[in-house]
């Protein structure tokens, strides 16, 4: 079922396939009433949204969504609704961006002595950004004919277990959650599945201790997760008593079978109230 909402989206200013004024004419052609942009580690495609959606009826939420330090899976903090002016924000996203500067032409060294002949010049190419992600690796892998597809890419040479992964710097979970908080924003953690634990207690433990250290909401409806596990994040959730939100995770073309507005066939979010919800908390803090 497709949501007018959408909090979890990604443009060419991270490794999204959209600009932010393509993905923002997409969402009112497909009358959506909100969508949050959360490209990785940066903010720069906020305001371009803001302005491309001015005349519209169509909400743009300002997101980001940080990686965060953490073994073994992934941890991704989404935040929302955050001052972009903040410098300590901006300190910490620049950071974050010089680290991935640092690691891309560590990955097509690696590339190159696997015998894939490429260059960090092809690959800020497709990017179409300055900000290069490793599907951008991805893509130019298959433009060449090296692999069949992105995601053949990132099985055998880019994800974190493949043969060309070079780990970057990330921030730590307690940076993650300072940054976005004392921008004025709130922090959600993202895709709950791809923390890869063993277990229920292990995600609730995790839960928990994510609410101790500061993490108001879980993005429990996400199509990165069955419904049966979107359901069972969703009652941890709500138990925990923790905002609970919802996104598709688009990326335009880097990920051809995510559609924006689409999270699950049972999203339990009222997106009015949770927008208006987390307005009230933005304000108070
Ligand atoms: P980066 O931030 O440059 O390390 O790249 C992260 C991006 O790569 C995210 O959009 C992920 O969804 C994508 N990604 C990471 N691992 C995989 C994987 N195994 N298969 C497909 N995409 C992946
Ligand atoms: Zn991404
Ligand atoms: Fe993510
Ligand atoms: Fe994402």
Redesign the pocket.
């Known amino acids: 079922m497709k949501q007018a909402y959408d909090l979890h989206s ?1 443009t060419t200013v ?2 999204g396939t959209l600009t932010p004024e393509e993905l923002v004419k997409k969402a009112i052609d497909d009358k959506f009433h909100a969508i949050a942009i959360t490209d ?2 940066n903010i720069d495609g906020i305001k371009r949204a803001q302005k491309a959606a001015e005349d519209s009826n169509l909400e743009i939420i300002t997101g980001v969504e940080i ?1 965060v330090e953490y073994q073994p899976g ?1 941890l991704h903090m989404c935040g929302y609704f955050m001052d972009l002016n903040n410098d300590f924000l901006n300190d910490r996203l620049n950071f974050v961006q010089e680290a ?1 500067r640092q690691r891309n032409p560590k990955i097509v060294k690696k590339l190159n002595d696997a015998g894939f002949d490429m260059t960090m010049a092809e690959v800020e190419d497709v990017a179409g950004s300055k900000q ?4 951008h690796f ?1 893509t130019v892998m298959v433009d060449k004919g090296y692999v069949k597809t ?2 053949e890419a ?2 055998k040479y ?3 277990s493949a043969s060309c992964y070079v780990n ?1 710097e990330r921030l730590s979970l307690e940076d993650s959650v300072k940054a976005i908080k004392t921008a004025g924003g709130i922090p959600v953690l993202a895709h709950p599945i791809q923390l890869g634990l063993a277990n229920k207690k292990e995600y609730r433990d995790m839960f928990v201790h994510l609410k101790n250290m500061g993490v108001m909401g879980i993005e429990a409806f996400t199509s990165r997760q069955t419904d049966e596990e979107n359901s069972l994040f969703y009652q941890m959730a709500k138990e925990l008593d923790m905002l609970i939100t919802g996104g598709s ?1 688009f ?1 335009g073309a ?2 051809p079978n995510v559609k924006l507005g689409h999270f699950g066939s049972e999203v339990k979010v009222n997106f009015p109230a949770l927008i208006k919800e987390m307005k009230g908390i933005c304000k108070k803090i």
């Open positions: 990604h991270s490794d990785h580690d990686s992934t991935r290069v992600g490793r599907p991805a992105k995601q990132f099985d880019l994800d974190k970057k995770d990326h880097n990920k």
